[in-house]
């Protein structure tokens, strides 16, 4: 009897230490059940934060007239107006503007382009008159980009301010550049911008929200004054594009020496704001 007894108890201890062994191993499921849960919510907040990252705006300032009217005080305060804003700023002064440097601008990541830059109307052969190019900083000594040419894509410019020659992007390069705009705002900070509406359309086709230009030639001093008076009202004050050319029209004026007027198209695009 006694001995059946012993053998009853070891039972009941044996039971006793499987539960117990059962629930120590349940703990430790639960417990690497909830790091596998906190690791999965870290790394979901991780990509979420690396997403929202990689959206975030970005202005694009192409200064190819810094190489003769070089205003860094100017510069400075267009990248204090966008970072200020919540912009990340990317910046191609002087001798960095080259044909890859436009090619490069159709990034759907650029929600704001500034184009200090020289233009010209077309020669009515390659490009028709009512359409403007805008030059680079590479002069045409250098010897390059011959099927572009070709294609009609680059051309020979030359500027009037100290009659040197250099390469310039058409609107068929536009047209064909790889890549495309998502809803970004064109400022063409140089003489021209407006002409004739070739160059517009390329823009606004290849997915451009709105563009800004001046409808003739400026002067460089005043362009700089009025342009940095129009991203002032934009970025900093979050005008509308309506709102804001007007403003600088009203405040800033019409270029004084040669009279041209700053606009924007489409029309519809006016109640846009940055």
């Known amino acids: 009897m006694k001995k059946h007894r012993s053998s009853r108890r070891r039972s009941r201890r044996k039971l006793r230490e499987k539960?117990?062994?059962a629930k120590r191993k349940n703990i430790k499921l639960l417990l690497v059940i909830i790091t596998i849960i906190s690791l999965s919510t870290a790394l979901s907040y991780a990509l979420h934060s690396t997403s929202s990252?990689?959206?975030l705006k970005t202005a694009l300032i192409i200064d190819g007239l810094s190489v003769e009217f070089n205003d860094r005080k100017f510069t400075n305060q267009i990248?204090?107006?966008?970072?200020?804003?919540g912009y990340a700023v990317e910046i191609c002064n002087g001798t960095?503007?080259?044909v890859n440097t436009y090619r490069r601008m159709f990034n759907e990541k650029y929600k704001v382009i500034v184009l200090r830059v020289h233009s010209a109307p077309g020669d009515g052969i390659i490009v028709p008159k009512d359409a403007i190019v805008f030059f680079t900083a590479e002069p045409t000594t250098i010897k390059k980009y011959f099927a572009e040419q070709l294609m009609g894509f680059v051309v020979k410019a030359r500027t009037l301010t100290r009659g040197e020659s250099f390469y310039a992007i058409t609107p068929s390069f536009i047209r064909n550049a790889p890549g495309k705009l998502e809803n970004a705002v064109i400022i063409v900070l140089s003489c021209y911008g407006t002409l004739?509406?070739?160059?517009?359309r390329e823009f606004l086709d290849k997915g451009a929200m709105a563009y800004i230009g001046w409808d003739g030639e400026v002067s460089p001093e005043y362009m700089d004054k009025a342009g940095l008076f129009l991203i002032e009202n934009l970025v900093k004050h979050h005008l509308s594009i309506e709102e804001?050319?007007?403003k600088t029209m009203e405040e800033i004026g019409p270029d004084p020496f040669f009279g041209s007027y700053l606009k924007y198209y489409p029309p519809n695009a006016g109640s846009y704001k940055l």
């Open 19 to 21: 539960k117990r062994r």
């Open 53 to 55: 990252y990689s959206k």
């Open 79 to 85: 990248v204090q107006y966008f970072k200020t804003a």
């Open 96 to 98: 960095e503007v080259t």
């Open 196 to 200: 004739g509406g070739i160059t517009v």
């Open 244 to 246: 804001a050319v007007r």
